[in-house]
């Protein structure tokens, strides 16, 4: 973004975390016009499927048009925020579109907790109004928004050797994801509900054993897919009982994610295992966990007012961690969820870390224009 203000020959200046500032004057006529900020985030949520081979820090994302779509290869494409940037940009080398003096601010990391925004100096903008174009609706103006806070769950297991024979590599995969603020409301599947379920499943079934488990990524993404690694003594019964869930599974979530499978395949024994009593725990306490629509907005019809993503889920070498992403545009709802959230974990005696959190802003539809 410095060197588009620099080639353009633009007035621009960078903050001490990286917010870039670019101003341009008024066309002619609109002087006397009151200066307009227009602020996009410049950073993605970057996600890759698993069978993808990506390195974000070196590799641009791959495009490709698919009808009226603009769409990526692999991975997440990066549209939010790239429509805004991409808007404001556009208004900076314009030479044919009357505008008032105006200040672009580019913020960073407003993917992970807002820093750019947050730590933004006062007296840094001239402007008195201020468009923020994180959005894809253009026909749309935006009275409210929700907060967020990060809660996570962590704490240590008991490991066990284990005592069954055979191993297996369960997948939830091919699951259509999306953003855990603007896709909420979409009935999608979490892949960590959707595993916990199955993992639920067998465990009451067959008394399985559980070697590792992993899903997710980004706090602020749905999860696509998970992996967990088991141990029984029935593998037959087990694949079996496997393959009718997925076929319950794709036809519970047909329109949602029609690409959904849900498969296993054989691998070595895993020797160190949580032990039962604690996997009974964790399954139940994932069971309980707020997903999803937390509540509707009574204000505003179809607008969640309240929400909570489980996000990643790591089980590994005695230490288990749950991360979540707590969305509100009501503060005291937000917190809330979050006690929600920790009043299940509490049954396993986690520990709950909570933080990166930004205030919601409660729509009021009768405020004056």
């Not at 009151?34 to 994302?61: R, Y």
């Not at 939010?80 to 505008?99: F, P, Q, R, W």
């Not at 006062?122 to 959005?135: F, H, P, Y």
Request: aromatic share 6%; net charge negative; charged share 20%.
């Amino acid at each position: 973004m410095q060197d588009f203000a620099g080639r353009l020959g633009l007035d621009h200046e960078t903050d001490a975390v990286g917010n870039v500032i670019i101003r341009k004057a008024a066309t002619a006529g609109m002087e006397d016009r009151q200066t307009i900020v227009l602020q996009s985030h410049l950073d993605m949520v970057h996600q890759k499927n698993a069978d993808t081979t990506f390195d974000f820090d070196t590799q641009g994302i791959e495009m490709f048009v698919d009808g009226d779509w603009v769409k990526a290869k692999g991975t997440t494409l990066g549209a939010d925020n790239g429509i805004g940037v991409a808007t404001i940009m556009a208004l900076l080398e314009s030479t044919d579109i009357a505008h008032p003096a105006l200040e672009a601010l580019f913020t960073i990391d407003e993917e992970t907790g807002m820093t750019g925004a947050l730590a933004l100096q006062g007296g840094v903008l001239k402007g008195s109004i201020m468009l923020n174009l994180d959005t894809e609706d253009d026909t749309e103006l935006t009275i409210g928004c929700a907060g967020g806070l990060d809660v996570t769950a962590h704490g240590h297991y008991t490991t066990e050797s284990s005592i069954m024979q055979h191993g297996l590599k369960v997948m939830v995969k091919g699951l259509t994801g999306g953003h855990s603020g603007m896709d909420i409301h979409k009935g999608q599947g979490n892949a960590n509900k959707i595993m916990n379920r199955l993992l639920y499943q067998l465990h009451q079934h067959f008394k399985i054993e559980l070697g590792e488990l992993s899903g997710g990524g980004l706090r602020n993404a749905i999860p696509r897919e998970s992996t967990a690694l088991v141990n029984t003594n029935h593998p037959d019964e087990v694949q079996t009982f496997i393959a009718a869930f997925n076929q319950t599974l794709q036809s519970e979530y047909l329109l949602t994610d029609p690409k959904l499978m849900i498969s296993c395949e054989a691998q070595p024994v895993c020797t160190h295992v949580m032990s039962d009593t604690d996997l009974h725990h964790l399954i139940c306490v994932l069971y309980a966990c707020p997903n999803g629509i937390y509540r509707m907005s009574p204000a505003i019809e179809g607008l969640v007012q309240s929400s909570n993503n489980i996000a990643r889920v790591q089980v590994a070498n005695g230490q288990y961690t749950v991360q979540c992403l707590t969305r509100s545009s009501v503060n005291s709802e937000k917190e809330d969820v979050k006690d929600a959230i920790s009043a299940a974990f509490a049954l396993m005696g986690a520990e709950m870390i909570f933080g990166g959190a930004y205030p919601g802003w409660t729509p009021n539809p009768h405020a004056p224009s």
